[in-house]
């Protein structure tokens, strides 16, 4: 009863922050970057739900924009890791002992990096912005995922419906295609699903630290890095905007496990 | 205790270690060569009127004008030798630079590790088994402070404990009371990790039968908790404990940003945004050889706590 009401609850989550990122003007009437300097440091109130800032911005305004930037970073980058984890672990799974311990290595070698400093390594080579922000996290969630997929595969290729199937006559590719990937990917959706809420979480990290959406982006982290300045005076600028990082993650979380259950997969440890 | 075969295993371990190192520096340094812009204009800074004579002559005093393949051996001889070589901006030993900003580091790390285990550890052995409402709570409060924004959480400390209720002080002080609310951020959601992992673990534990037994000879619920499951729950605890302290590096550079503190993180940041290579460098292989280090001491220590581990030898 009392997870069937957090699911939902979630999934409302889930819809509305998509909401806001798709058709950020019904939710609010207020422009995101529009000043007014006769209403700066307004608390939360009537006219403004979450406050105004130093230039008067409304900020609820800006959180409502702001849910389309941090959703596409990690959407994004959930989906970069996913494209690259797929061919690397296939690579190691089926292309032999040579590959799979190149491979192996080359994945604990990422591994043994800090996310963090990876991301700040690649956001130096590629430039700062939105784009190589999703490429660096991309990167680091990689290793993590194409680790999970090969030890998968290593258990599904040996299974016996593959064995018919190239009994049977069918290519090896059609057989990883049609037979061994969609067997094997179950747990991997699962964990992207839980990842998406870390990447959010991370997202808004860097953008923090000024490294993905520059200002006057409304991105959340980005939200909060601005508002640092003015806490003593405005302590609304400091908490909206995480607020809505962490009930997202803990939304994406919550539906991530539940498809978890459903799929009887036992627990997946970071 | 630890066997021939134990050390065997571990002298192998080792060798991976090295490899990874290995690795590690060769990621770093081809990711470091795709970065834009000449090294010469780092080095000499914004300086227009540097005449080509003089830019050559740098180029040639931090071999910059060798063959990839040179640069590439000259960096894994100098890391073999613990040189970590000199920085383009602060003009002196990376080494040095780097041992100056450790301890703050370490003492944020270490007081967030102890808060997180002792409030992980805390949770398993307190929350009742049979009480439903106390175990929807608890998996609740963990799972919010596991999608807790560290650095968000510190904003919050800072703008409510600090500037609002002054308890603590808003800016590193070199003091313990400097040092509670960024542990407290560091903390809270890597205790959120460990006591869903630690719990879990319990629940297996608590229906094992030596817990029956213990239970049968008459020992309380707290003492089969601490004295009996507990140890049950060491070796997921251990790696997870290892994973964290492998990744504290790297949240210490939002962590230290948000409070002024001064720290490996900042060195990090400072060394990226200005493209200090050699800094880089360092900050990423030191990073790395913890990482390392961490995860073999976990390995060795899971000989002393589990001694399945030993006679299995997987």
Known sequence: ?270 | MPTRRDAGRLARRAAIAVVQLWGAATLCFAMLHLIPGDPVDIIMGNQALVSPELKAQVRAGYGLDDPVAVQYLRLLGDLARGDLGTSYQLQRPVWGALAEQVLPTVQLAGAALLLAVLLAVGAAVLVPERSRAARALFSGLEMVAVSLPQYWLGILLITFLSLRWHLFPVIEAGTWRSLVLPAVAVALPIAGTLAQVLREEMDTALAQPFVTAARARGAGALAVRTGHALRHCLVPATTLTGWFVGSLLGGSVLIEQVFGRPGLGQVALTAVTNKDLPMVTGVVMLAAAVYVAVNLLVEASYLVIDPRVRRDGT
């Open chain 1, 1 to 270: 009863m009392g997870r069937r009401l957090a699911v939902s609850a979630a999934a409302l989550v889930i819809l509305a922050v998509v909401g806001a990122a798709l058709w950020p003007q019904l939710l609010t009437g207020h422009d995101p970057n529009a000043t007014d300097p006769l209403a700066s440091f307004r608390p939360p109130g009537a006219g403004h739900w979450f406050g105004t800032d130093q230039l008067g911005r409304d900020l609820f305004a800006r959180a409502v924009y702001g849910a389309r930037h941090s959703l596409r970073i990690a959407a994004g980058a959930t989906l970069v890791a996913l494209l690259v984890a797929v061919p690397v672990s296939v690579l190691a799974a089926l292309g032999g002992r040579f590959a799979d311990s190149v491979v192996s290595r080359v994945l604990d070698v990422l591994l043994s990096f800090p996310a963090l400093l990876l991301a700040l390594v690649v956001v130096t080579i590629a430039g700062r912005g939105e784009l190589s922000l999703l490429l660096a996290i991309g990167l680091a969630d990689m290793p993590g995922y194409a680790r999970l997929l090969r030890s998968r595969l290593l258990v599904v290729r040996n299974a016996g419906y593959v064995e018919a199937a190239t009994g049977l006559g069918v290519g090896p590719w059609t057989s990883l295609w049609r037979h061994i990937l969609p067997n094997a990917a179950g747990p991997l959706l699962v964990t992207a699903t839980l990842g998406l809420g870390v990447a959010v979480i991370f997202a808004s990290g860097l953008s923090f630290l000024g490294l993905g959406a520059q200002p006057p982006t409304p991105e959340w982290g980005a939200m909060l890095a601005e508002g640092r300045s003015t806490l003593a005076v405005a302590w609304w600028a400091g908490v909206f905007p995480g607020l809505l990082i962490t009930v997202t993650a803990v939304a994406v979380t919550i539906l991530g496990r539940d498809l978890r259950n459903r799929f009887g997969i036992g627990s997946v440890r970071p």
